[in-house]
C-alpha cells in the first residue's frame, strides 16, 4: 500500500501573501486527514517564504497521521525544529538556500559521513529518516550507508519525461526502487506528481511506500474542491 502525504507548503504560501490567517494552515492540515490523507507534509525553508517554523509547532499539535517534515539539515534550525517536535518522519533534502523549490537528491557519497551523523540524531529521536536522492543506484547505495531507513525518490525527472515517453521516464526509478529493495531500505517518492503521472508510477514500483504531493494536488483542487481531490489521489494509488 503506497500512504498519501499531502504537502501543504502551497497553503501556507496563500496565507503569507495577504498576511493574516486565511487560509489557515492547521486546519486545512485537519481537512486534508479528515478527507482521507494519510500524512501532512510540510517544508520549511529559513526564509519562512511558505511553511514558517511556529506552524510546525502548531501542527504537531493537531496532527493524527504522519507527519513528514522535509528540510536541509545543514540549517542548525531545521535541525532544532526537527528535534523540538518530533515527526513521524524527516525528509533530508539539500535544496539550495536561494532554490525557488528542491532542485536535486543527494550526493550520498560525498556527504556520506555528514548525513550518517544527522540520520543518527534523528533517529536517537524517534524519527523515521529519509534521504532525498535522485534515481540513481550509486546514491541508494550510498544512502544505505548512512544508516536511513527510507530514501524519497526525486520524481520530478520523471514528471518532466512522463507525457513524451512514460516507459523511459520511469526506467531509472524502477532500477533505483529495485536497489533500495535489495540493500533494505524503503521507498518514499515526490515532486511534481499529478493525477496523470501518479497511477503508472505507483503501477511501475511495487515497494513505493509513500508519495508526498503538494503543488499539483492544490492545483487541482482549485477545480474539484479539497475532498474531492484527496480522493481523486487516493483512488490513483489503489
Ligand atoms: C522535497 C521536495 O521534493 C519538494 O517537492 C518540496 O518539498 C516541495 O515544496 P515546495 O512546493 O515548497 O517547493
Ligand atoms: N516531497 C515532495 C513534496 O512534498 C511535494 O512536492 P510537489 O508535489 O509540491 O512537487
Not at 539539515?73 to 531545521?78: A, I, L, V
Not at 508519495?211 to 480522493?231: K, M, P, R, W
Amino acid at each position: 500500500m503506497t500512504k498519501l502525504s499531502v504537502n501543504i507548503n502551497k497553503i501556507a504560501t496563500l496565507r503569507n501573501s495577504r498576511g493574516g490567517n486565511q487560509p489557515n494552515v492547521v486546519q486545512v492540515a485537519i481537512d486534508c486527514e479528515k478527507f482521507g490523507a494519510e500524512g501532512i507534509t510540510v517544508h520549511p525553508r529559513p526564509d519562512e517564504r511558505h511553511i514558517r517554523y511556529q506552524d510546525v509547532y502548531d501542527l504537531k499539535e493537531v496532527i493524527t497521521t504522519e507527519f513528514n517534515i522535509e528540510g536541509n539539515p545543514t540549517e542548525k534550525k531545521f535541525v532544532e525544529l526537527v528535534l523540538a517536535n518530533k515527526p513521524t518522519q524527516v525528509t533530508l533534502v539539500p535544496d539550495a538556500l536561494n532554490a525557488i523549490t528542491s532542485n536535486a537528491g543527494w550526493d550520498t557519497i560525498t556527504h556520506r559521513e555528514r548525513l550518517k551523523d544527522l540520520v543518527a540524531t534523528f533517529k536517537s529521536a524517534g524519527c523515521r529518516v529519509s534521504i532525498f536522492v535522485d534515481p540513481i543506484e550509486k546514491m541508494v547505495e550510498g544512502a544505505a550507508e548512512t544508516g536511513t531507513d527510507r530514501i524519497e525518490l526525486y520524481t520530478e525527472s520523471y514528471a518532466h519525461h512522463y507525457s513524451k515517453n512514460r516507459e523511459e521516464a520511469v526506467r531509472d526509478y524502477v532500477k533505483a526502487a529495485q536497489m533500495a529493495a535489495n540493500v533494505g531500505l524503503g521507498v518514499n517518492g515526490g515532486h511534481d506528481l499529478s493525477l496523470e503521472n501518479l497511477r503508472y508510477f505507483k503501477e511501475s514500483i511495487p515497494n513505493l511506500l509513500e508519495v508526498s504531493i503538494g503543488h499539483a494536488l492544490i492545483c487541482d483542487a482549485l477545480y474539484f474542491g479539497l475532498e474531492n481531490t484527496i480522493q481523486l489521489y487516493l483512488r490513483e494509488l489503489e
